[in-house]
């Protein structure tokens, strides 16, 4: 018993080491149409806390440059589940970023939380930037995973 104990708090301190560590990633993205020339490039997203796990706001900063001045527009984000569409929302971009965006570098930031019931599996988010006129600016592509152990502290948490 004593043994298990010793066993159960050092493997707790391995975790509690680890975790600063991957509390916030910087994650490379793809575009959803890699021929298409986008008026906003897309440079990296930045995770935080990460990995994403359920019932924890996630804040999500995309940093990115734009060639034109973006007046105004949507942001529309769709979550896809083994390659299952399950979710759909769409945000005012100029409650993300600062409008009128300027040309040059600027970043999104949107903070999302997973639901508690969020199953575990293999997860792409997809963002789409359109401008005022529903022009498509950008649409990027990322793709996350969801472990078992995370359903715990989901659960835990609720
Ligand atoms: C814009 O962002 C890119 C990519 O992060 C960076 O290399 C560049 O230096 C930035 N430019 C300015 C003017 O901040």
Same mark, same amino acid.
């Given at each position: !018993? /004593?043994?298990?104990?010793? %066993?159960?708090?050092?493997?707790?301190?391995?975790?509690?080491?680890?975790?600063?560590l991957?509390? %916030?990633?910087?994650?490379?993205?793809?575009?959803?149409?890699?021929? %298409?020339?986008?008026?906003? +490039?897309?440079?990296?997203?930045?995770?935080?806390?990460?990995?994403?796990?359920?019932?924890?706001?996630?804040? =999500?900063?995309?940093? /990115?440059?734009?060639?034109?001045?973006?007046?105004?527009?949507?942001?529309?984000?769709?979550?896809?589940?083994?390659?299952?569409h399950?979710?759909?929302?769409?945000?005012?971009?100029? +409650?993300?970023?600062?409008?009128?965006?300027?040309? @040059?570098? =600027?970043?999104?930031?949107? +903070?999302?939380?997973?639901?508690?019931?969020?199953?575990?599996?293999?997860y792409?988010?997809? !963002?789409?930037?359109? @401008?005022?006129?529903? +022009?498509?600016?950008?649409?990027?592509? =990322?793709?996350?995973? !969801?472990?078992?152990?995370? %359903?715990?502290d989901?659960? /835990?948490?609720?």
């Amino acid at each position: !018993m /004593a043994q298990l104990t010793k %066993a159960v708090g050092a493997l707790l301190c391995v975790v509690c080491l680890l975790v600063p560590l991957t509390s %916030a990633t910087t994650r490379d993205v793809s575009y959803c149409n890699k021929k %298409a020339n986008y008026a906003v +490039k897309v440079s990296g997203i930045d995770i935080s806390p990460f990995p994403i796990s359920r019932g924890v706001e996630t804040t =999500f900063a995309i940093a /990115a440059a734009t060639d034109e001045v973006i007046s105004g527009g949507n942001l529309k984000i769709d979550v896809t589940y083994w390659g299952f569409h399950i979710h759909s929302e769409t945000h005012d971009l100029c +409650k993300k970023t600062v409008c009128p965006v300027a040309n @040059g570098n =600027f970043t999104i930031i949107h +903070k999302q939380a997973l639901p508690g019931i969020t199953p575990p599996g293999s997860y792409t988010l997809k !963002m789409t930037l359109s @401008g005022a006129n529903k +022009k498509e600016l950008t649409c990027i592509n =990322f793709d996350f995973s !969801m472990g078992f152990i995370a %359903a715990a502290d989901g659960l /835990a948490e609720a």
